[in-house]
């Protein structure tokens, strides 16, 4: 857990807005059933959110908008983590 919170702060630039804080039951409602946890998100956020699930942000990129908006029409924006089996 301690690298990937440092592996967070080293990010470059802002998250999406979303639910970022740590919250013990929304990490239990998504592990058991994600769908209503990522259209909560939706509707209150847009189609690019952030969900803190444990100790990890995640980005979610729902519909076809989004994922166009994110990797045709501002691609040069994207990176890839390099994430290796440790």
């Known amino acids: 857990m ?3 919170a440092r592996d967070e702060r ?3 630039g802002d998250l999406p807005p979303g639910m970022t804080d ?3 039951a929304r990490t239990v409602a998504f592990a058991q059933n994600p769908l ?3 259209m ?3 509707r209150t956020y847009g189609p690019v959110f952030t969900i803190r699930v444990l100790h990890v942000a ?3 990129l729902l519909g076809p908008e989004a994922n ?3 990797t045709v029409l501002h691609a040069q924006n994207l990176q ?3 994430r290796r089996l440790r």
């Open 22 to 24: 740590f919250n013990v």
């Open 80 to 82: 890839m983590a390099d």
């Open 10 to 12: 080293a990010l470059d």
């Open 58 to 60: 995640v980005v979610f």
């Open 68 to 70: 166009h908006y994110v």
């Open 36 to 38: 209503p946890v990522l």
């Open 2 to 4: 301690l690298s990937d």
């Open 40 to 42: 909560d998100g939706y």
